[in-house]
């Protein structure tokens, strides 16, 4: 782990940033509004921008944000990049190297902004890169939970067992052992699901 550091996602959740430089020629206010409504557009959650060097010929400025769907890290990341190029085109400012102009000619009224395209966004089918790569762990998870859900029902069975043996109280003991029956099929079906997806995740 020395050499080759790990690093740990919360499940509940990761924030997500994107840094680049512009011009001072471009109003700061102007662009972190830019900045912030992408990755609102991104769906992360309570957006910010720093400004995080002041150089010689550029600003550069951060956008961060929350994810809370970690299984969509990648698929998010990649939207986050693509929304902020598009936010910044449509208002007309440039991103270009700080040396541009040292390197290359051009009259001033010139700006360098792709052409807007009208894309069709694909419908999203759930394949998504970042459902192939969180898929194993989402299946452990779920196995994890239905654990949970398998140990509790078994100590209601344990508490209500109590109650079916209280002959002084008939209408409460007929309700608890209708109780267990049910929990006992519930046992069951959990059990067998569990061992289903445990061989599942073994196979893959």
Do not use: C
């Not at 694909?122 to 194993?136: C, E, I, Q, Y």
């Amino acid at each position: 782990m020395v050499s080759n550091p790990l690093r740990v996602m919360r499940t509940s959740g990761t924030v997500l940033f994107v840094e680049l430089s512009l011009g001072y020629d471009v109003s700061r206010h102007e662009i972190e509004k830019l900045l912030i409504s992408a990755a609102g557009d991104t769906g992360l959650e309570s957006p910010f921008v720093q400004i995080r060097e002041l150089g010689d010929f550029s600003v550069t400025y951060r956008i961060s944000g929350l994810l809370t769907e970690v299984n969509r890290l990648l698929d998010k990341r990649r939207e986050l990049r693509s929304r902020t190029m598009d936010a910044l085109h449509s208002a007309g400012i440039e991103i270009v190297s700080p040396t541009f102009m040292n390197t290359r000619n051009f009259d001033t009224n010139e700006k360098f902004i792709p052409e807007v395209e009208i894309i069709v966004e694909p419908v999203d089918t759930g394949a998504s890169t970042d459902a192939l790569v969180f898929d194993k762990a989402e299946e452990a998870e779920s196995v994890t939970k239905l654990r949970e859900m398998l140990e509790a029902a078994r100590e209601r069975i344990k508490v209500l067992r109590e109650s079916a043996g209280d002959t002084s109280n008939p209408d409460a003991a007929s309700a608890a052992t209708s109780e267990i029956e049910t929990l006992e099929r519930k046992v069951e079906r959990l059990t067998a699901l569990i061992d289903r997806k445990e061989a599942k995740i073994s196979e893959d």
